[in-house]
Structure formats: structure tokens, C-alpha cells
């Protein structure tokens, strides 16, 4: 049988299992109310079921509403560099609403291609093994390629080792 075909029936007996919901938690630092809920919002509008996405303000990048120095009123918002640490200032009289400035920002800052739950699962889930940006049958085929074997090429879940608990996230993002 030929490897597509063999990765192919894999998915299909994979689809009959139950999907193990994975996560994506993005490390960032929204600064006040109204900038941490315009985040929260923005995560929200990405998640999906198999895919949720949530805030870990543990570290990443810190953002403001406002800065220490005025803005060009042209830009939406602006990223520092401050004593070694990044962060993400947004213009408080900006040209776009902050709902629209924290999207367009972190949708530069996670290389995500569009604000999208489709994008999101593509850049975020692991899945996308070959980084073509597509979650297709070439990335389950390195997967199967790396099954049973310790690595990462593969191994979504990062335990270091590439298993049917990878397979399973795995099926979880892949959408025919
Ligand atoms: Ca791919
Ligand atoms: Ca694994």
C-alpha cells in the first residue's frame, strides 16, 4: 500500500476515536481592563472546539494602552524594545479601534496569515509539520514517517516521543 494511502486509512479508523481537545496558550502581558479584555476578545474569535486559544499572561511580550513617549498619530501602535523586553504599545488616539489595533498587531507578532480560527489551528496547533501552511496528508505521512520513534518531527504534544497520543491531536486539527 502506498504511504497516502496507508496515512489516509490511518485517519479514517483515527476519526472514529473520540478528538482529544488540544490548546493553544499565547504568552502575552495586556496591561489594564480595557486592554486585557480586548485581548481576551480577540483570543476568543480564534478558538474553536478543537483548538481553543487562551491567554498566559506568565510571560511573552508586554502590551500597553498608551507609552512612555507620544505616538505618530498615523500608527495604530508601535513595538519597543525596553531593557531587553518586547513590548507592544498601542496608540490610545489611534486610526483604528483598539478591537481592530490588537488584531492586527498580534496577528504580526504570532505570524498568524489572517485573524481566522483556520489560520490559527494551521500556525498554532503543531500540526502543520512541514510549515507550508497547511495541515494536510504530507504533514500526517512525516508524522507516520516519525511514529514510534523518539523525536519531533511529529510530536505535537511534545513528550518527546511521536505516538497515537500525537496521531490523535493530530486528526484533531486535520481538516479534508
Ligand atoms: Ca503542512
Ligand atoms: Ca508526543
Redesign the pocket.
Given at each position: 500500500m502506498k504511504r497516502a494511502a496507508k496515512a489516509h486509512m490511518a485517519l479514517v479508523l483515527l476519526a472514529l476515536l473520540v478528538g482529544m481537545a488540544d490548546a493553544a496558550s499565547l504568552k502575552l502581558r495586556p496591561q489594564g481592563a480595557e486592554l486585557t479584555r480586548a485581548v481576551q476578545a480577540a483570543l476568543a474569535a480564534l478558538s474553536t472546539k478543537e483548538l481553543p486559544v487562551t491567554l498566559d499572561t506568565g510571560g511573552g511580550p508586554v502590551l500597553t494602552l498608551g507609552g512612555g513617549a507620544p505616538f505618530n498619530p498615523d500608527v495604530a501602535a508601535r513595538v519597543i524594545v525596553v531593557n531587553g523586553e518586547r513590548r507592544i504599545e498601542f496608540n490610545p488616539q489611534g486610526p483604528l479601534p483598539l478591537a481592530e489595533a490588537v488584531r492586527a498587531e498580534l496577528t504580526r507578532e504570532l505570524g498568524l496569515a489572517a485573524w481566522t480560527p483556520a489560520a490559527s489551528r494551521t500556525r498554532l496547533s503543531g500540526a502543520?509539520?512541514?510549515?507550508?501552511?497547511?495541515?494536510?496528508l504530507?504533514?500526517l505521512a512525516l508524522l507516520m514517517n516519525n511514529y514510534g520513534k523518539a523525536g519531533t518531527v511529529g510530536d505535537l504534544n511534545q513528550d518527546r516521543k511521536v505516538d497515537d497520543a500525537d496521531l490523535r491531536l493530530f486528526s484533531a486539527q486535520y481538516k479534508p
Open positions: 502543520d509539520l512541514n510549515g507550508d501552511g497547511k495541515i494536510d504530507t504533514d
